[in-house]
């Protein structure tokens, strides 16, 4: 634990900067090994405005894009060792209805696993939301849309398809599904970290999800989720136990020079820094969530920030610190 310990105070140091500088309201720090000694620690505030609040350990996040390998990606996964789908199969062959009305669509060709490694042609961002409010509509508006194919890029519409794929074969709406021991759909505002102050919900946000699409379709598979430092580092102790062999395999097996199933791996200016071992997956989320498993190491981390409160529109610096963060943890064995 005493290494740990020296690693953690090193890796926290520049968490402490980014606060103390403003660039950031506050975040929580958490490191977990494969024999379960961890140490938490959180810094700064949860909220500014319209009030202030205190970071704590316990603060709820919305983990944003974290809900794609954290919730989506495990269900996808093990429905495949199930059977219940081929992941080289196309999506269709459980949303029948994607592009009905033309036989020959691409997007009828675009297989789970494309999904699962963003290799398809999907946009990177879309504003769905601006296209109206009811969920099942913009279901429908999604599904029969004729997507402009482009380059593969990293894009929010695979997971809300996966989402979608999870709906169908379950027969509930995502929001009504298990989120997972720990997580939820939402938090008490008051023992949430807050977002944005929202232009077109006019509100400071805090416990209820930023992501304006899966807000508007009111629960998808690409954001949403909420957790904490403790439960994000459950979830990622239980990878390093191996819970799942098979699905853990997949999920550490490439399918592009920068991404697995569901994660990103090890690449020059990645995320994680650039001293963990090439046995290490990553993800991180636009709200300024970050998770990394080094199973080589035999370690975990989390760097939970509320980074775009109360806006978007600043520099956090988010990037440089992940990596800093990363390279210190990694920095000593």
């Known amino acids: 634990m005493t290494n740990l310990a020296q690693i953690f105070d090193r890796a926290f140091q520049p968490l402490a900067a980014a606060v103390a500088a403003k660039r950031i309201p506050g975040g929580v720090l958490g490191i ?36 794609k390998v954290i919730f989506t990606t495990p269900r996808i996964l093990a429905l495949a060792q199930d059977g219940a789908i081929d992941l080289d199969a196309p999506l269709v062959s459980v949303l029948r209805d994607l592009r009905q009305y033309d036989a020959n669509a691409w997007e009828r060709k675009v297989t789970f696993r ?34 402009r194919a482009r380059d593969p890029v990293y894009s929010d519409i695979n997971f809300i398809l996966l989402g979608f794929a999870l709906e169908r074969l379950s027969g509930k709406s995502i929001r009504d599904m298990e989120p997972g021991p720990g997580f939820a759909w939402s938090a008490e505002p008051d023992l949430a970290a807050a ?25 998808a598979g690409h954001a949403g989720l909420f957790g904490t430092a403790a439960s994000v580092l459950d979830f990622a102790q239980g990878l390093l136990d191996g819970a799942s062999e098979r699905s853990i395999a997949l999920m550490r097996t490439p399918l592009s020079a920068t991404r697995t199933h569901g994660w990103e791996r090890p690449y020059d200016g990645w995320s994680g820094g650039a001293l963990c071992s090439p046995q290490t997956i990553g993800h991180t989320g636009f709200t300024g969530t970050g998770l990394w498993i080094d ?39």
């Open 32 to 67: 977990v090994d494969r024999n379960g000694d961890r140490i938490t620690r959180a810094i700064g505030s949860a909220q500014l405005v319209p009030k202030q609040r205190p970071m704590r350990e316990e603060s709820w996040f919305d983990l944003a894009s974290l809900t």
């Open 295 to 333: 199973f080589d190491k035999g370690k975990a981390w989390t760097l939970l920030t509320n980074r775009i409160h109360p806006t978007r529109h600043f520099d956090s610096g988010i990037v440089a610190l992940r990596q800093a963060v990363g390279d210190l943890i990694n920095g000593v064995r």
């Open 114 to 147: 494309q999904c699962l490694g963003h290799q398809t042609p999907f946009p990177a961002v879309e504003p769905i939301y601006t296209y109206g409010r009811d969920p099942d509509l913009l279901r429908a508006f999604i599904l029969q849309r004729e997507w």
């Open 195 to 219: 977002t944005e102050d929202c232009t077109w919900r006019h509100r400071v946000l805090s416990g209820e999800v930023h992501d304006d699409n899966c807000a508007a379709l009111q629960g």
